[in-house]
Every structure is written in structure tokens, then in C-alpha cells.
């Protein structure tokens, strides 16, 4: 065997390690949306549907052994409070609903509603789906102001979509407008690793660790505006996110 044969050959084998790992990955997540969907089709009530559906979501990372660390689980205050997170991946939204307390709706862009079993699912648990660019945004965003009003604890990727290149896009003011209006404190949450375990345009999953940094709530009679709240909240993110402020810069092919 030639050298060049056998240098290809742990990487061969590494490929096919990953390859397999990401098969498995999918095997395991269709597992859980399997046992979700099951869950909220004969659960009544919609906080024991969410916190079904949460431990249906942590099966996937456990099976596969994907290491999760939550940290500042403290932050979140015991009363009604927006949550913004970070936008990086597909598997975002699955990352909250799987490690997050199961008390938050979850505001998810209306082209959801297309995909039949995400829009079941995602319905049951309590999620609010808001149309981004027709005339029906206007009636979706005061109804998201009802909900605020009303004592929902909202969560929100306030960048709308998530982007191939690293680093946190233009946030959206609605998030940050319920929260203003309604006088409630906005929380910010940091994914990191999630654009590693599942990248935009990736087909397998790939072995990468989470971290899920929860960071002290923002008072938004404190910052006096909503365009203040939310710079407020985009350098507390940044801070921790360790990556570039995509907001100053030329904007990216999206990747949602």
C-alpha cells in the first residue's frame, strides 16, 4: 500500500464515522417527533403537552450524546417575560423547547404553516405564528401585543431567519415592541454550537457541543425606547456570543 493510499484511508474512515453519526442523529430525532406527536394528539391540556413535548425534544441530544450545557437558568424571571434568542440553525427552535422551562409560546414565521406535522405540532403546544411579508403581518404583530397584554411569556428569534456566515443579523423590532408596551422584562439567550451540529444547507447533522447562556433580564422602562432595548439586548448578545455584529456589516445569503 502506497502512502498516499494509506493517508487516505483515516480519513476515509472519519468521514464514514460522520456519516453514520448523522444517520443516527436523524434516526433518533425522528424518534422523539414521533413520541411529540403522539404526545400532543392524546395529552389534554397545554402546559402537561409542553412538557411532554420538551422531554420528547431532550431524547434526540441524549441518544446521540450531544453535550448541552444550560447555564443562567436563574436569569429567567419567575413572572411573564419576552425571551430573544439567537438564530443559527433549524435545530434552534427544538433546543428551547428541549432545555428551556415549558412555559413559553413560541413565535415561529408563518411559512411554517405549509409544513403539515410542524404546524400540528407546533400549534398544540401554544406556538404563534407570525406572517412576515403580506398584510397579514399587521393583524399577526397585535396579536402578539393581545398575548403580552394578556400574561403570555413570549419567545422570539427576533433576527426572523439565520444566515450562512457567523454572527448576529438585524433584529426585528416586534419582540421588543410587546415587550415595551406591555412593560415586561426581555431576556436574552445565547445559543452556541447549534450552527456546528446542523449548518445552513447540511443535510446530516454533525457531532458538535451546545451551550445555552442565559443572560439577566433587561428592564425596558430602564432603556426608555424600543430602539434602546434593543441595542441593549444586541451588546449583551454579542458579548457573549463571541461572534461579528452582522448589522454593521454587508448582509449575508440567508440560510432559512
Known sequence: MTQAESGRSPRAGRGAARVLWGVVAWLVFLCGVAGALVSTLVLPGLPR????????????????????????????????????????????????????????????????????????????????????????????????????DGGESLAFFPEGTFVRTAGLARFRSGAFAAAMRSGIPVVPVVIRGSRELLPAGAVLPRRAALEIDILEPLDPAACGDTRALIAAVRRRMLAVLGEPDLAVAPHPRRGS
Not at 432545555?99 to 406535522?117: A, C, D, H
Request: charged share 25%; glycine share 6%; aromatic share 10%.
Open 49 to 148: 403537552r409542553r412538557r411532554w413535548v420538551g422531554r420528547c425534544a431532550r431524547l434526540p441530544f441524549r441518544l446521540a450524546r450531544v453535550p448541552v450545557g444550560v447555564f443562567g437558568l436563574e436569569q429567567l424571571p419567575r413572572r411573564q417575560c419576552v425571551l430573544v434568542a439567537n438564530h443559527a440553525s433549524y435545530v434552534d427552535g427544538i433546543i428551547l423547547q428541549a432545555f428551556l422551562p415549558p412555559r413559553f409560546s413560541y413565535v415561529i414565521k408563518g411559512e411554517m404553516q405549509r409544513v403539515p406535522v410542524a404546524h400540528f405540532l407546533l400549534r398544540r403546544i401554544g406556538a404563534r405564528f407570525v406572517d412576515r411579508f403580506t398584510a397579514q403581518a399587521a393583524r399577526d404583530a397585535r396579536e402578539l401585543l393581545r398575548a403580552a
